[in-house]
């Protein structure tokens, strides 16, 4: 069972910047792929981006595609999300999961509790 907890979440004006950051437990981190998710207040979860289990393979919603950066410290069994140029729409709870592939499916699994981003103006 992996147990993910996520970091770095704040308040921070538009067009700042925040890093968040994603502990896995366990030894096989480098194994999976990683992914982020948001949610804001009254909205469905949104897909942010996602990278491979070597950092070698990364992706990015169009919505943050430029502006957001995805990567990973396999020692340290750590995802991070680097957001530059916030916006007032950023503002979320982010979630990171673990990516799974099973016969064919990608599934998100083991998710994280979540840290709150507020973006204001």
């Known amino acids: 069972q992996v147990q993910l907890v996520e970091s770095g979440g704040g308040l921070v004006q538009a067009g700042g910047s925040l890093r968040l950051s994603c502990v896995a437990s366990?030894?096989?981190?480098?194994?999976?792929?990683m992914g982020w998710f948001r949610q804001a207040p009254g909205k469905e979860r949104e897909f942010v981006g996602r990278?491979?289990?070597?950092?070698?393979?990364?992706y990015y919603a169009d919505s943050v595609k430029g502006r957001f950066t995805i990567s990973r410290d396999n020692a340290k069994n750590t995802a991070y999300l680097q957001m530059n140029s916030l916006k007032l729409e950023d503002t979320a709870v982010y979630y990171c999961?673990?990516?799974?592939?099973?016969?064919?499916?990608?599934?998100?699994?083991?998710w994280g509790q979540g840290t709150q981003v507020t973006v204001s103006s």
């Open positions: 999961a673990v990516r799974t592939v099973y016969s064919g499916t990608v599934q998100y699994l083991h």
């Open positions: 366990g030894r096989t981190f480098s194994s999976y792929g």
């Open positions: 990278i491979s289990g070597s950092g070698d393979s990364i």
